[in-house]
């Protein structure tokens, strides 16, 4: 991971990782011990996802030859972890927390309201390919909610006016 | 002394996120003393002394564990600090790391001296990635001032610390499943014995800790395990953080001395400031979403009238049938408008949700619950669903391969056991428990 996500790099069509990223790889893989570089995987898949938006089986192949490990190793493992989209998704994905301390303080209402608003239901994609909605377990923000998470930034004490302040900060590419 | 702080202390300072000003501050003392002046065993005796529990859920005695960990000649030995928090209700950790990174980073320093680790590492939630980079740069900034890498101090002690992120997976927070994803695998926790201390990251002996019992080594090797000790109440040492969140007034994080009583924190002025919008309690669940939830009377005084005090003795005090647990500090509160129901399902789903999967008992029986509280939740319920609620709890409990099957069942049980009259009302008045809310319930009368 880099200090600072460079989400301009993000590109689709890619097949490749930047050079920063592999760059980066190569290093987190001298920092643990000999032998033990699919240690590193977790954090090649997440600059990979940064990279191509989601992560298809032409990528997993892909790490999976970066880190000279098995295609099911990968298979195995984003499957396992829910932060990784195993399908194409839009240029923003929205994860709204539903679980119970969040629910407390509304976040049923806010699901709803951004699917109103976006006239997509949970799990889907507007048309423009601009959104994509989900929902996630407690995000740690448990104090701080409702909230969602977009692009590694928490998005707290949502109301259905910042709602509608943060979609049009990122229709108007105002935030990253 | 009730708003002794030893870990959120310095938080305010401005510019405390960065190396010179911690320093400036008193920060990596705990270091030069340890690396200069004591040996790794004087370290483990001072964290003994100190009473110290672990702060991830459990409890167990830091201390004791350290002094249980293998030390094969020629092996490595490994510390892992958890920061995977994500159990609902929890967010002390986060803070911590966000507020004032370098107390975890000397904490890590101190503690991988005591255990005799040269490479150790921090596992922290994928969805905490921007604390990643805080962590990442504190640590840069503790390598170039010669606080990490080799020979530090000049003591001969070498050290180097990394930080990995999780994928999203609570199961993670389980320390084998945690051992299991830093080596690059499904996040499925593995039979025990034999323990982490024994076998543990790449079969080697390993203690695994939460964040805020690694930085609390830092005041405890400062001041001595003793002085530690002197605080708090009984076995309950110390202080602890606890992320207060759900219907008060003013939810947040707050470091409490331990024995500080239930009701000063929801309703006191440097506290929670009571519940929202003026409303009544009706429920809580003290230690996150895995212990069991205490209805209204039994929150701030006991089933024997004595005061609840926030300890890990006087919460549980009752046991399962009165009383809840510390667990991790996330204390959630609810507010007489609450649907207890609901938010039983809610967390069933959760749980049904991060299954691992490995264990029949738990993936089958999660999911059933879930499936239960759903029908029960939305008017289509009968009462026979009541006790097969109650029929799955006893075939999870105790036949799985790790806790979460318990945490599971638990928070379900302890749903039945106080709120009986509000799981039945939804099934004897379903259409009108799909308008309004059940309401406050009754305090049982006792002879
Ligand atoms: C399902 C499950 C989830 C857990 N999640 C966490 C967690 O997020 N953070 C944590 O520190 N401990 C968590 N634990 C407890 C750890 O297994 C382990 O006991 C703890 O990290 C030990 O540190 P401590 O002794 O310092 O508390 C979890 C346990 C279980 C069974
Ligand atoms: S109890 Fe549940 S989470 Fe734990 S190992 Fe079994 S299936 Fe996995
Ligand atoms: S419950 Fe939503 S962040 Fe924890």
Redesign the interface.
Known sequence: ?K???DWSLRHSEKKELSRASLAKIDELIT???EG?H??????A??LAQIEFGWISIETMDYIAGLLKIQPI?VY??AT?????HLDPVGKYVFEVC????C???GSDDIISYIEEKLNIKVGETTQDGMFTLKT??????????PML?CR??NHEFLTKQKVDELIEAYRSSKVE | MKGRKLLLDKIGISGIETFEIYKKNGGYRSVEKALKSMSPEDVVEEVKKSGLRGRGGAGFPTGMKWSFLAKPEGVPRYLVCNADESEPGTFKDRYLMEHIPHLLIEGMITSSYALGSNLSFIYIRGEFMWILHILEKAIAEAYNNGYLGKNILGSGYDLDLRVMPGGGAYICGEETALLESLEGKRGNPRMKPPFPAVKGLWGCPTVVNNVESIAAVVPIVNDGGDAYAQIGIGKSTGTKLISACGNLARPGVYEIELGLSVEEFIYGDDWCRGIANGKKIKACVPGGSSVPILPHYLITKTASGENRLMSYESLADGGFLSGSMLGSGGFIAFDEDQCIVRNTWNFARFYSHESCGQCSPCREGTGWMEKVLNRLEHGEGNLRDIELLEEINKKIEGNTICPLGDAAAWPVAAAIRHFRDEFEWHVTNREESQTRNYGLCKEPVTA
Request: with cysteine.
């Open positions: 991971m200090a600072h996500i920092q643990v011990p033990k699919k240690t590193v995987l977790m954090s898949l997440h190793e195995e493992f396992f972890y829910t932060m990784f539903r679980t119970g301390p629910m407390l303080v996630a377990e407690c995000l740690g923000a448990c104090g701080y909610g998470q590694h930034k």
